[in-house]
């Protein structure tokens, strides 16, 4: 457990900071899978100028979320509200003191935030924005969860709401974590994910806007579709497709290659690989080339200390 608590977190910042030199490529202007490293080839410009290892508001953001539930031992949305206007105004949880790469949805439900708008309200400031950026720094509240499913589900949904409100970012963030919990709990990839899907359906019932959303949008019975674009659905079903990989190097390389949003999918797929072939699965090249794994340890304790405690 404790190394697949780990291997999640470590899985998220090392997907991110991995896929971060590919953002914006087309897929075929990615590199080959034997070529996809922390260090780009020549070829690549990237267009975020920062050095090799170095996580993104992806990881930032999970970091704060992760750091808030710790201080708080609760979701607290007006704590985790404030780290993320700690991170945009001041680079909180950033490894170079700025954040960078921030959504056109997050930066506007900041802006809300900073107005006065109550953090759960301030995510419908695009009423219909159905962006990926909730469901990439929801991980760290499945590792940290001790309560039942039903309290886990709501606690995604809650965290989603502070910068993307609509219901379809909403249940990603929540089947996400679900199966995460099952994989954490040493489930198989397949059998983790269907029993993550019935157990939001009973919690959903038949008739309601989320179970319409799961059903009609999310459409977890389908086989995964993406374009490797921004878009909450498609960033979910790259993780889909990446898992099925036999290891976690396969999972995050697969969700670079399919580019575009490079850096979120693989934070996304490298989460979940994380979880499923422990922090020991990771390759220790990309261990030894993160940057801030100082700042991180810390608080991955912390995390271990809570999830395990008697």
Aim: hydrophobic letters at 40%; aromatic letters at 8%.
């Amino acid at each position: 457990m404790e190394d697949r608590i780990r291997g999640g977190m470590w899985g998220l910042l090392i997907g991110d900071a991995l896929g971060l030199p590919y953002e914006a490529l087309e897929p075929e202007e990615v590199p080959a899978e034997d070529e996809i490293e922390m260090e780009p080839l020549a070829a690549v410009t990237p267009i975020h100028r920062v050095p090799p290892g170095t996580w993104s508001d992806d990881g930032a953001q999970a970091l704060c979320l992760l750091d808030s539930l710790i201080a708080c031992s609760k979701f607290d949305p007006a704590d985790f509200a404030a780290r993320l206007v700690a991170w945009y105004d001041e680079g909180l949880w950033t490894l170079d003191g700025q954040a960078f790469g921030v959504g056109l949805q997050t930066q506007a439900a900041i802006d809300e935030i900073k107005r006065g708008v109550p953090p759960e309200r301030a995510g419908e400031v695009f009423p219909s924005g159905k962006g990926n950026g909730a469901l990439m720094r929801v991980l760290p509240l499945a590792l940290w969860h001790r309560g039942d499913d039903a309290a886990l589900i709501e606690d995604a949904h809650r965290q989603a709401r502070v910068t993307h409100g609509h219901v379809t970012n909403q249940v990603c963030c929540a089947l996400y974590c679900l199966w995460a919990r099952r994989l954490m709990e040493g489930g198989a990839p397949e059998a983790a994910y269907r029993d993550a899907v019935r157990a939001l359906r009973r919690h959903y019932g038949a008739d309601s806007p989320y179970r319409r959303s799961l059903e009609e949008e999310v459409r977890p019975d389908d086989p995964p579709v993406t374009h490797g674009d921004g878009y909450v659905v498609h960033t979910w079903n790259a993780a889909r497709l990446a898992i099925e990989e036999p290891s976690y190097e396969r999972a995050v390389k697969l969700a670079i290659r399919l580019g575009h949003d490079t850096d979120t999918n693989a934070a996304v797929a490298g989460g979940l690989a994380g979880v499923r072939f422990g922090e020991a699965g990771i390759p220790d090249r990309w261990r030894r080339t993160l940057r801030g794994k100082e700042r991180v340890r810390p608080l991955l304790d912390q995390l271990v200390a809570w999830r395990l405690a008697p």
